[in-house]
């Protein structure tokens, strides 16, 4: 029930109650990953299928993203705390000249919810950030793409890794809005392509099925 709620108090762009009832969710004891997966995550989708439908306008967007980062701040430590800790980390940024930044944001939602260790960059990010997360031991990086010219610098992070002699060391997936499988494959270069936010978690199972469970 308070899920659901949660759901309609977001759609609706209720901020206050989106956060109360976020709160009141974690003191009856449910589970960061229902949280999301359950509650935040479709209030978020029901507000951009809102967008489409000329219901809600740009900044209603923006608001809404406001709205989910408080909210996942209060359940951050709890997702922090799991006790199953996952085989494989890695970071998460927007490539850098690219400042849209919600997909990235449902991504790295999503991967934490699932427990996966996701250390998250911001958005124009240089191309030396994401090749120091590979350094400081990343296993994956995950390039978030919202224009042609992010194509471009999502090539040169790779090139960058791979000129350093880490390419083997890291898997890298890439996904938004400026890209597809065809350019992620043959331009990028890249290990995986998700379309969705939700399909990174199966990426990286898949990438990693040795590695996880």
Known sequence: MLLEQIVR?????????????????ILKNESPQKIILHGLLPGFKEVAKRYEQNDHLYPDIEKASLILKEALSRIKHQIE????????????????????DRGKDF???ILEAKGFEVKD?????PTEVFLQAVLEGADFIGLSIETEQGVEEAKKVVQTIKDAGVRDHVKIIVG??????KKADEIIEADGYAEYAENAVQ???????????
Request: proline content about 2%.
């Open 9 to 25: 108090s977001f759609a609706d762009l209720n901020k206050e109650a989106t956060l109360s009832l976020t709160v009141q969710a």
């Open 81 to 100: 705390a799991m006790e199953t800790k996952p085989g494989v980390k890695g970071a998460i940024g927007v490539v850098y000249g690219d400042t849209q």
């Open 107 to 109: 991504v790295n939602m």
């Open 121 to 125: 960059l911001g958005k124009s990010v």
């Open 176 to 181: 938004g809005a400026g890209v597809n499988a």
């Open 203 to 213: 990426l990286l199972k898949l990438l990693f099925r040795t590695q996880k469970s």
